[in-house]
C-alpha cells in the first residue's frame, strides 16, 4: 500500500499505528516522541490521506471515518506538526505551493462577502461562546503575565495592556474595528472615560454588545453598528482591532491601513492586535479555511509592514506574544470539553470533533509550528507617543493598584 510507504519515509520522530481500512496493521517508529495509534474506516482513506493531507486529515476526524485508538487528538496532531515541520513531503510542498498561487483569490473579501464569513463563524448560537470563553467573551489571545495566571484575569489584563498603548485621555473618540461581543469597548469606557464607537459584522455579536452598554448605562458613550471598516466615516483619537486583521485578506491591507489614517486625527494612535507568522508569507489551512474562518489569513510581518509604509504610518512600537496564546486555546479547550454535552445538544458531536479540532489543532500551531500574536502601535506623527516604552508599564502598574485598592475597599 502506497500510503503505508509513504508513511515509512516520513515518520522521523515518535510512534504512529495504524489500522487499515482492511484491518491490515502498520507500526511506524522513530527518534522519541509521542505515540499515538489511529484507526481508518474508509478504504479511500488510503489515497485521500496522501493528496491533500492538510484537509483530508482533520476532515477524517471529523468525519468519524478516522478514530485515535491510543493517545489522544493533542498528540496526534503534535506528532504529525513534528514531523512535518523540517522536512515536509513533496506533497505537502506542492499543495503549500499551489495555496500561495491561489491565496489571493481565496482571501478576496469585498464588503458582502466579508459579512458572509464573519456569519459563518461568529452569527454561531449564542450559549456555545458562553460555555468556553471567559465572562467578558474575549475571542482572542489572552496576556498570560504568570503560567499559572487563569483565564478571566489574563483576559482583563489584555485589555489593560492594549489601553496602555493607546495612551488614552478621558474623553478620547476610540474606534474599535471588530469590536465583538463589546468587552473592550465597554472597559475602555468605564476604566479609562474614553467614548467608544465599535464596528462588527456579526448580527449576533451588535445584539449582544448593544445589550451590554445599555445595562451598563453606557449607551451614550459606547455605541456599536453593524458596519465594515471600508464603510466608516469620523475622525478618531485612537483606533483599536483586536483579532480583525486576520480577516481583511492580503487583497486588502493597503485599504486598511490607508482607512486607518484617514479615520486618524493628526496625533492619534491606533494599535493593532493580530496573529500573525514568524517563517514568511503562506496560506491558510485548508481545511480552517473551509470549516472554520472562510477568509481567514494570519500573515507574516513583512506582508504587513510594506502596506504601513505605503500608508505612510509611523510603527511606533511592535511586541510579539509567543506562547501566550497557546496558553489561551489550552484553556479554551478544557472549558470546551467540560461543557462537551452541553455543546453536543446544541449542535452534534460531529460539530464538537471540528471544534476540538480547531481549537486543538490551533494551540499546536503556537506551540510547535509558526505562529505568533503581534501588537503594533502606528501614529501620524513621529513625536505622538514618549520617546521611551515606560510609559506603557507604568499606567499599567497605576491600573495595577487602584483595581487592588478597590478590591479591598469593597472588601
Known amino acids: 500500500m502506497l500510503l503505508v ?4 519515509k516520513l515518520l522521523r520522530i515518535g510512534r504512529l499505528g495504524v489500522e487499515d ?17 489511529i484507526k481508518l474506516h474508509d478504504p479511500s482513506l488510503h489515497w485521500k490521506l496522501l493528496w491533500r493531507p492538510r484537509l483530508n486529515v482533520p476532515q477524517a476526524y471529523m468525519d468519524g471515518t478516522l478514530t485515535i485508538e491510543e493517545g489522544t487528538l493533542y498528540d ?12 515536509p513531503s513533496p506533497l505537502l510542498r506542492f499543495g503549500d505551493y499551489a495555496a500561495l498561487l491561489t491565496r489571493r483569490f481565496q482571501q478576496y473579501n469585498p464588503v458582502p462577502r466579508a459579512r ?25 489571545c489572552a496576556y498570560f503575565r504568570t503560567p499559572d495566571t487563569d483565564l478571566e484575569t489574563a483576559q482583563y489584563d489584555k485589555k489593560r495592556h ?11 473618540k476610540v474606534l474599535d474595528i471588530g469590536s465583538g461581543w463589546g468587552g473592550l469597548a465597554l472597559y475602555l469606557a468605564t476604566e479609562c472615560g474614553a467614548d467608544v464607537t465599535g464596528l462588527t459584522l456579526s448580527a449576533e455579536q451588535h445584539a449582544v454588545a448593544q445589550r451590554r452598554a445599555a445595562a451598563a448605562g453606557l449607551s451614550d458613550r ?22 480583525m486583521f486576520e480577516h481583511v485578506g492580503v487583497n486588502h491591507y493597503d485599504r486598511f491601513f490607508n482607512t486607518v489614517k484617514a479615520l486618524l486625527k493628526p496625533d ?13 508569507p503562506a496560506a491558510t489551512n485548508p481545511w480552517l479555511r473551509k470549516y472554520i474562518f472562510p477568509g481567514g489569513y494570519s500573515p507574516a510581518l513583512s506582508e504587513v509592514t510594506p502596506a504601513v509604509e505605503r500608508a505612510r504610518l509611523w510603527i511606533t512600537d511592535i511586541e510579539i506574544l509567543r506562547l501566550h496564546y497557546a496558553e489561551t486555546l489550552r484553556a479554551w479547550q478544557t472549558r470546551f470539553e467540560q461543557n462537551r454535552e452541553r455543546i453536543r445538544a446544541l449542535y452534534d458531536e460531529r460539530f464538537c470533533r471540528m471544534w476540538e479540532l480547531y ?10 509550528q509558526a505562529h505568533l500574536v503581534f501588537q503594533m502601535q502606528l501614529a501620524k506623527a513621529v513625536d505622538t507617543v514618549p520617546l521611551t516604552r515606560d510609559y506603557m508599564v507604568d499606567w499599567e502598574q497605576e491600573q495595577s493598584i487602584s483595581a487592588d485598592s478597590a478590591s479591598d475597599r469593597a472588601a
Open 5 to 8: 510507504r509513504v508513511l515509512a
Open 21 to 37: 481500512a482492511a484491518g491490515g496493521r502498520h507500526v511506524f517508529e522513530g527518534e522519541p516522541g509521542p505515540s499515538v495509534a
Open 76 to 87: 496526534f496532531l503534535e506528532l504529525l506538526a513534528l514531523n512535518q515541520r523540517d522536512a
Open 116 to 140: 458572509r464569513n464573519v456569519a459563518h463563524h461568529y452569527d454561531l448560537s449564542d450559549e456555545l461562546y458562553e460555555l468556553f470563553l471567559d465572562r467578558d467573551r474575549q475571542y482572542s
Open 162 to 172: 492594549l489601553a496602555a498603548k493607546l495612551l488614552l485621555r478621558p474623553g478620547h
Open 222 to 243: 459606547v455605541r456599536f453598528f453593524l458596519r465594515d471598516y471600508r464603510e466608516e466615516r469620523g475622525s478618531y483619537d485612537r483606533i483599536v482591532s483586536v483579532g
Open 268 to 280: 492619534g494612535v491606533a494599535v493593532l492586535h493580530a496573529i500573525g507568522r514568524m517563517d514568511g
Open 359 to 368: 481549537l486543538t489543532g490551533s494551540e499546536i500551531a503556537f506551540r510547535c
